[in-house]
């Protein structure tokens, strides 16, 4: 029965650090918003590696969202890149001291306006670190090394759409309503698919385990 409990503990604390290293990544917010919307999106950064600091973090500018300002970081410089038209496609934050410790995360908020006919905003993103290594954020959702996804719902009909960031407090219709819900729905079942399997797999392994002492008992 010890040896039962403790493989237990382990395995639960097995699952625990598995939940934890998923959600470690960098993450691009809000998850949600709407088409033509004007937002502010936020970029959260924690930094990983032990013995080395998050310098630098670079982040790609879809097509569905035209990001025309950037709030400044103290401690930070920031730099954009353009295309012909003058979209900027890229902005790269970089640290004016040490960067970002293993126990630390930073913030980094930009204001655009999403496409009128978008319906996702995968946002890549490539992490350095003070000893040169680069971590790329641009697998998909599934993956080790996931690029963070806005989901974007259809534009309110009831909105006026002519100030920035306002918000209306009319109700949708229940057409909208339920459209919003299954995009919510099938978001959440998306992301914690890997969460779900490592769980299944962790009860398999410890209903095999008790059947095995119970037979050698």
């Given amino acids: 029965m010890k040896k039962i409990v403790t493989l237990l503990v382990l395995m639960i604390g097995a699952l625990s650090l598995f939940a934890g290293a998923a959600s470690a990544h960098v993450n691009i ?7 033509g919307a004007y937002e502010m999106f936020t970029v959260k950064v924690p930094s990983e590696k032990e013995d080395v600091k998050t310098t630098k973090i670079e982040v790609k500018i879809p097509e569905e969202v035209n990001i025309t300002r950037f709030e400044p970081k103290p401690g930070w410089t920031y730099e954009t890149q353009k295309d012909a038209s003058g979209k900027i496609t890229s902005v790269t934050w970089t640290s004016e001291g040490e960067g970002l ?42 993956a080790n090394y996931p690029a963070s996804i806005t989901v974007v719902n259809p534009a309110d009909a009831s909105a006026h759409g002519h100030g920035h960031g306002e918000k209306t407090t009319d109700k949708e219709s229940p057409s909208e309503e339920k459209a919003a819900e299954e995009v919510k729905e099938t978001s959440a079942s998306t992301s914690n698919t890997p969460l779900y399997l490592s769980i299944s797999a962790l009860l398999a392994g410890l209903i095999a385990l008790v059947i095995s002492l119970k037979k050698r008992g």
């Fill in 29 to 35: 917010g809000p998850k949600e918003t709407s088409q």
């Fill in 101 to 142: 410790s293993a126990t630390e995360f930073g913030q980094f908020n930009m204001n655009g306006k999403v496409g009128e006919k978008a319906t996702e905003i995968v946002w890549k993103a490539i992490q350095t670190y003070s000893d040169g290594s680069v971590v790329e954020w641009v697998e998909a959702e599934e």
